[in-house]
């Protein structure tokens, strides 16, 4: 699994435009599995920080458990509420949930992190280590999308379609 930073240093102006995306809007959404193996969404908040993606969970959350269980996740960026050619475009990664349980580390991130401090004994931390990101726009005429794709050891690639 790679980190962010190993997204940034191997495709900085893709790392740049995805990571532009998720910071343009505080509330994401976040995929988990129930222990049954259905999916479940819920909105989340996550940061770049040091060459790492981090998202927290407050005390008791059932997100956390299903990480804590089964640490595959997806992340969904907001896309606002542009429509048409005003549309600016979407990004997604996906990846393994990392819990982080020394408290010295969840306190330094949650320091980093900025705002109201959480009690790091009772609230979740979670570093992403990812195996896929991808970012969703128009083309050039607007009317078809272009989804870049980034996997570790794959690269990027770009599909088009109208």
Not at 45 to 54: P, R, S
Not at 94 to 103: M, N
Request: proline letters at 4%.
């Amino acid at each position: 699994m790679a980190r962010w930073a190993d997204v940034a240093k191997d495709e900085p102006g893709f790392a740049a435009e995805v990571q532009h995306a998720f910071d343009a809007f505080t509330h994401k959404t976040v995929a988990t599995l129930r222990a049954d193996g259905s999916p479940r969404i819920s909105g989340t908040e996550c940061k770049f920080l040091d060459g790492d993606l981090w998202f927290g969970s407050m005390p008791g959350a059932v997100k956390a458990k299903d990480l804590l269980r089964d640490p595959r996740f997806a992340l969904h960026c907001g896309t606002g509420t542009a429509s048409g050619a005003d549309w600016r475009g979407d990004a997604k990664l996906a990846g393994r949930a990392v819990a982080i349980t020394d408290l010295g580390e969840k306190l330094a991130v949650f320091e980093s992190w900025g705002g109201e401090l959480p009690d790091p004994g009772a609230s979740y931390l979670f570093r992403a280590d990812l195996s896929e990101v991808v970012m969703t726009g128009l083309n050039a005429a607007s009317d078809g999308l272009v989804i870049r794709v980034w996997q570790e050891g794959r690269g990027l690639r770009s599909l088009e379609r109208s």
